[in-house]
C-alpha cells in the first residue's frame, strides 16, 4: 500500500535549469495538489488537478508549470529555476476535494 | 473569504500533562475544518477533520477537537502530553464556496515541544 509517493525526496539544482518533481498517487483520488512549505509562509498552494487533464492555478503558481495526462501521476515543473524556488514541496491527494493526503515531501535547494 | 488563525507559534507542555493547541476560523458559511501534525522532516498526516456530524471530533493518538460556531474556534486538545506528540500542528479551513474545488488554508503552524 503504497499510497502517495514523491521523487527524488531531495534534490540540489542550479539557476536556470529545468527541474520536475514527480508525484504518484494508488488511491485514484480525483483531485491533487501541490504546495511549496516556506519559513514565515507556512504551506502555500502551487495548483492543483480536479481529474485528469484539468488543472487550476492556486496561490503561487508563477515559474511552475505542470500537467496531469493520467490520474495517479501530477508532475511540478520548474522551467527555469530561481533561487526563491529553493523549498520543500509536497503533493497531496483527496478523493473529493476535502481532506487531503500528503506525500513525504521533495527538498529543493537552487543554488 | 475563509482564513485560520492559530493563535500560539509556540506551546511547550510537560509530559503527562493536557496539550490545547488553539484555533479560531473565519468562514462565510458552514466549514469543513481539520487539524493536521507534521513531525520534524516529514509530510503531513491528518489527526481529524469536522464535517458537521458532531461537533466533538475524535482524532488519531488520543487528540481532540470541539467545533464552537458561536466563538468561531475549533481547538485541539488532549488530556496527557506524551514525548512522540512534539511536532508542529497546523488548522486547516476548507475553501469551500459555491464554485470552489474546496482547497485548504493552513494556519501559520504551532510548534509543540513536550519537556521530560
Known amino acids: 500500500d503504497a499510497g502517495i509517493t514523491q521523487s527524488p525526496r531531495y534534490k540540489i539544482t542550479e539557476t536556470g535549469r529545468q527541474v520536475t518533481l514527480m508525484c504518484h498517487q494508488t488511491w485514484s483520488h480525483s483531485y491533487m495538489f501541490w504546495y511549496r512549505q516556506d519559513l514565515g509562509h507556512g504551506l502555500r498552494l502551487i495548483y492543483y488537478s480536479a481529474a485528469a487533464d484539468i488543472t487550476d492555478k492556486g496561490e503561487v503558481p508563477d515559474g511552475y508549470v505542470v500537467s496531469r495526462s493520467k490520474t495517479e501521476n501530477f508532475p511540478l515543473t520548474l522551467e527555469s529555476a530561481t533561487r526563491s524556488q529553493t523549498s520543500v514541496y509536497f503533493c497531496?491527494?483527496?478523493?473529493?476535494?476535502?481532506?487531503?493526503?500528503f506525500g513525504p515531501g521533495t527538498r529543493l535547494t537552487v543554488t | 473569504a475563509q482564513s485560520v488563525t492559530q493563535l500560539d507559534s509556540h506551546v511547550s507542555v510537560s509530559e503527562g500533562t493536557p496539550v490545547l493547541l488553539r484555533c479560531n476560523y473565519s468562514?462565510?458559511?458552514?466549514?469543513?475544518l481539520f487539524w493536521y501534525v507534521q513531525h520534524p522532516n516529514k509530510g503531513l498526516q491528518l489527526l481529524l477533520k469536522?464535517?458537521?456530524?458532531?461537533?466533538l471530533v475524535k482524532g488519531i493518538n488520543g487528540f481532540e477537537a470541539e467545533f464552537k460556531k458561536s466563538e468561531t474556534s475549533f481547538h485541539l486538545t488532549k488530556p496527557s502530553a506524551h514525548m512522540s506528540d512534539a511536532a508542529e500542528y497546523f488548522c486547516?479551513?476548507?475553501?469551500?464556496?459555491?464554485?470552489?474545488?474546496?482547497?485548504?488554508?493552513f494556519g501559520k503552524g504551532t510548534k509543540l515541544s513536550v519537556k521530560p
Open positions: 486547516v479551513v476548507s475553501d469551500r464556496d459555491g464554485g470552489s474545488q474546496g482547497n485548504l488554508i
Open positions: 469536522y464535517t458537521s456530524a458532531t461537533t
Open positions: 468562514s462565510s458559511y458552514s466549514p469543513s
Open positions: 497531496a491527494s483527496s478523493p473529493q476535494g476535502s481532506e487531503q493526503y
